[in-house]
């Protein structure tokens, strides 16, 4: 398949905003309601007045680009992605910096992976132009809904999915895909806190040639039991081990995952197929390099971290991905052991990594490697 990524220059965002019709709700939110919601926003439970909505049709291509009121979707039972998962997603966010403006990070990353994830699933490709348009459209429609706050920023998700009334098994004929946005507040409220891991020995996320690689609903759903039996045992999230061997650590159900030695050499799970590549991963193994640290992305075993754990050359563990942007790993737990990470606390490189990004993100650090796009 071939995505060759380009950089969306500011100059012609305005063309590619233009494509979109608003078609703007006659009953917006009133604003002491929209201020309410941003005051304190749940993760996913407020959404915004509008939605990007972009359909495709197989003899027609992509067409109807719109930013439209944003309410339910009428699907006959019989729509294809209600039996089969034929569905894809992004995660990402608007921040909004000192000055007022709204910008987003690394845009163009999702949109190839986006792209890339369609391919897997037999879904149409949506351009890096449309992706990118639908969502500034959408955030200059919506703009009174991204939150100011301290580490508050609009949660952005476009997604995908088989919209075809019919029951035969093979890619649909008819597509759709939206953007919705969600005002989302400080995922650790209170601070920042370590999560502790349960590593699955009975279930995978994703297998060689499997979906893992793609950002599926599908794989998801697999994530849900392993999640609350890592719940069950105490711990906040999940570690898949790959499924091939069940010996080398993969990620969590939607996180990728950091190791920190105490020589200083920080690892990570190398991409195998079965990993979701992160763009968060992907920055950090940037950033980690800036600071003169070795980065080293490997197979890693379970015996090695748990050995490390118990004999001290592990000096830290984190999980990072767009939610959370970086989450220190206090303890890591299975059937057969249960470690303290170091002494259970954020560690050093982890707090620190977690601070560079977030300024980047919020425009209080210079963007040195032009990750910013502006929005609005
Ligand atoms: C989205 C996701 C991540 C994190 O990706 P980011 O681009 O950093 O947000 C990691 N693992 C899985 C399974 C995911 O779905």
Redesign the pocket.
């Known amino acids: 398949m071939t995505t060759t990524s380009h950089n969306v220059l500011p100059e012609e965002l305005e063309d590619l905003v233009a494509l979109f019709d608003v078609r703007g709700t006659d009953e917006p939110t009133p604003d002491a309601e929209r201020e309410e919601a941003l005051a304190a926003p749940r993760f996913g439970t407020v959404f915004t007045d509008h939605m990007a909505r972009v359909s495709w049709r197989q003899e027609d291509g992509w067409l109807d680009r719109r930013v439209e009121k944003y309410g339910p979707l009428q699907l006959d039972p019989a729509t294809a992605v209600l039996h089969y998962a034929q569905e894809i997603f992004?995660?990402?966010k608007a921040y909004k910096h000192a000055d007022g403006s709204v910008w987003t990070f690394r845009p163009e990353?999702?949109a190839d992976?986006f792209a890339r994830s369609a391919h897997r699933l037999a879904l149409p490709a949506l351009t890096v132009d449309d992706f990118i348009g639908s969502i500034a459209a959408l955030v200059r429609t919506d703009r009174a809904w991204v939150p100011g706050g301290e580490d508050s920023s609009l949660y952005l998700r476009p997604f995908m999915f088989a919209s075809e009334p019919f029951l035969g098994v093979r890619p649909a004929a008819e597509v759709e895909y939206l953007c919705i946005a969600s005002p989302v507040g400080p995922y650790f409220a209170g601070g920042v806190k370590p999560v502790s891991i349960w590593v699955s020995q009975d279930y995978h996320?994703a297998g060689p040639g499997g979906t893992?690689n793609a950002?599926c609903g599908g794989?998801?759903a697999a994530?849900l039991l392993p999640q609350t039996e890592a719940q069950q045992n105490g711990c906040d999230q999940v570690c898949f081990l790959d499924a091939s061997t069940n010996s080398y650590l993969e990620?969590?159900?939607?996180?990728?995952i950091f190791v920190v030695m105490d020589d200083g050499t920080v690892h990570t799970p190398e991409l195998t197929g079965s990993?979701?590549?992160?763009?968060?991963?992907?920055?950090i193994l940037q950033l980690v390099a800036d600071r003169g640290h070795e980065v080293v992305e490997r197979r890693i075993s379970l015996a090695e971290i748990e050995a490390g754990l118990a004999g001290g050359s592990v000096r830290e563990m984190f999980a990072?991905?767009?939610?959370a942007v970086v989450t220190p790993v206090g303890r890591l737990a299975s059937s057969n052991f249960d470690h303290t990470v170091a002494d259970g606390e954020p560690g050093e490189l982890t707090m620190a990594i977690r601070s560079e990004l977030t300024d980047i993100q919020y425009g209080r650090a210079r963007d040195r490697h032009g990750w910013m796009r502006r929005l609005a």
Do not use: W
């Not at 990993?275 to 920055?283: A, D, N, P, V, Y």
């Not at 990072?320 to 939610?323: K, N, R, V």
């Open positions: 992004e995660g990402m990353a999702n992976r996320r893992g950002k794989n998801y994530s990620e969590l159900g939607g996180m990728n990993i979701l590549e992160g763009i968060t991963r992907k920055s990072c991905g767009t939610a």
